[in-house]
């Protein structure tokens, strides 16, 4: 257990539909990644949040959003989905944010578009 | 941008046996280079990770790698194998200037009794 939580485990909604997931991160670590994990793509990094602030962006789509809240935790925001977007999505947590921290995954939520 | 390549999609070992994963970079700089785990419905755990210093890092479950910047590699190994290694492998490299870590596209290995 790596002391990241991630809610739902499944999550299966239809196209154009919007939906929210939702990371705690391990207590005492202030900054959060968000990953998503696809046959086709592999494991992509989204973005990066630190104590609220968005630190570092990846392959996150317009139609993806994400926000760090006060309590550390943090939602991504999914909109206008697609059948591609049917994925694992994995988040992360570190201690201080900079690359070289051990970044503890969750256990992911699986995403089904129909 | 930074980037990994892991060149073996499936490896399968008999159990007992030595494993080397294979693992490519392509950065500009000294790279930070991780090795994560990822067993089936699992979420990834670190294994080892290179940032600087001796080339030969140890990390957990009596995993080491050797970085090599002549060849741009970071190859994964064990000396035997145990029937618990099956999983999925990711080599990572991480640009400390801008936070971002890329991942290789992982390798999956089998153990064979």
């Known amino acids: 257990d790596s002391g990241v939580t991630q809610t739902p485990k499944h999550l299966i909604t239809a196209t154009g539909q919007r939906v929210t997931l939702r990371c705690s991160p391990r207590?005492?670590?202030?900054?959060v990644y968000w990953y998503q994990q696809s046959l086709d793509q592999g494991l992509q990094f989204l973005i990066q949040?630190?104590?609220?602030?968005?630190?570092a962006k990846g392959n996150i789509l317009e139609r993806f959003s994400a926000q760090q809240f006060p309590d550390l935790h943090s939602e991504l925001n999914l909109s206008s989905l697609e059948l591609g977007d049917s994925a694992l999505y994995f988040c992360?947590?570190?201690?201080?944010?900079?690359?070289?921290?051990?970044?503890?995954f969750g256990p992911g939520t699986r995403l089904t578009v129909l | 941008a930074q980037s990994v390549t892991q060149p073996d999609i499936h490896i399968t070992v008999s159990e007992g046996a030595s494993l080397e994963l294979r693992c490519n970079y392509s950065?500009?700089?000294?790279?930070?280079l991780f090795w994560y785990v990822q067993s089936p419905g699992q979420g990834l755990q670190l294994l080892l990770k290179?940032?600087?210093?001796?080339?030969l890092v140890q990390g957990i479950k009596g995993f080491e790698a050797e970085f090599k910047r002549s060849q741009s590699s970071f190859n994964l190994r064990k000396p035997s194998v145990h029937w618990s290694d099956a999983a999925e492998y990711f080599c990572a490299v991480g640009d400390h200037n801008n936070n971002d870590m890329r991942f290789g596209a992982g390798t999956r290995l089998t153990v064979k009794p």
């Open positions: 950065y500009g700089a000294t790279p930070y």
């Open positions: 290179y940032f600087s210093g001796d080339t």
């Open positions: 207590s005492g670590d202030l900054s």
């Open positions: 949040y630190y104590n609220g602030e968005e630190r």
């Open positions: 992360a947590s570190s201690e201080a944010g900079v690359v070289g921290n051990e970044q503890f």
